[in-house]
């Protein structure tokens, strides 16, 4: 298995809403990564699990709120949300976060595409 | 800070022709420096990636070549095909293992 998937592919919410968005890879990848997209624009670094650890946390508010309860699962929890956090939100795993001289290869999920009203 | 500079921001070729996109880096201890294609409504895609130790690698239709001295390099579709439209980042690992990205080529093949 090869793919990182991700639920659901669609969301829409309320700012005061609580909704998940959720991440799985069963590639035995030990890095998971979220991803903010908004349209035409590169993917932004929002967090990076490594081991099931917080390693990376790109200064994202505290609405956002991500989990990673095992090795193959991460979920992003969502909070009060404004509508400017309308985006598509990719996870993507690598064998290993990056260190030193070499990089793991990022293999990113199909996104969730989210809209705040 | 760390940044990549991605032109030109659209491109618009004849089906058969080549597509060049270029991209320059500012961080020096970059040393991988990987290429996404992303289809609408799709997920990145690693295409093609390169190393500094390389200063050019192919895979069949795409090139991507690197001068380290000038802190540049571009990524080459020779004849380019309807379903090579798409949008193009270029990528380089920053020193601390973050990809930086470019901000994107729209690439449009007209058939």
């Known amino acids: 298995d090869t793919e990182v998937t991700q639920t659901p592919k669609h969301l829409v919410m309320g700012m005061t809403n609580k909704k998940s968005l959720k991440c799985e890879q069963h590639?035995?990848?030990?890095?998971m990564y979220w991803y903010k997209q908004k349209a035409k624009k590169p993917p932004e670094l929002m967090f990076v699990?490594?081991?099931?650890?917080?390693?990376i946390n790109e200064s994202v508010p505290s609405r956002f709120s991500p989990e990673c309860p095992n090795s193959s699962l991460l979920n992003l929890h969502l909070h009060a949300l404004q509508p400017e956090d309308s985006a598509l939100y990719l996870c993507?795993?690598?064998?290993?976060?990056?260190?030193?001289?070499?990089?793991?290869?990022?293999?990113f999920g199909p996104g969730t595409r989210l809209t705040v009203t | 800070g760390e940044n990549v500079e991605q032109h030109p921001s659209t491109l618009s070729v004849q089906e058969g022709d080549s597509a060049v996109i270029k991209c320059t880096y500012s961080?020096?201890?970059?040393?991988?420096f990987p290429w996404y294609k992303q289809e609408l409504g799709k997920r990145p895609q690693l295409i093609i990636d390169?190393?500094?130790?390389?200063g050019e690698k192919k895979d069949q239709r795409i090139a991507v070549t690197l001068n380290k001295t000038a802190k540049h390099f571009s990524l080459h579709i020779t004849e380019t095909q309807p379903e090579d439209s798409a949008v193009y980042f270029c990528?380089?690992?920053?020193?601390?293992?973050?990809?930086?990205f470019g901000q994107g080529t729209t690439l449009q093949v007209k058939p």
């Open positions: 993507a795993s690598s064998q290993q976060e990056t260190s030193g001289g070499f990089f793991y290869e990022q293999y």
């Open positions: 590639m035995g990848h030990r890095a």
């Open positions: 699990y490594s081991y099931e650890k917080l390693s």
């Open positions: 961080d020096s201890a970059s040393n991988y």
């Open positions: 390169i190393r500094s130790n390389v």
């Open positions: 990528a380089a690992k920053a020193n601390t293992g973050k990809l930086i």
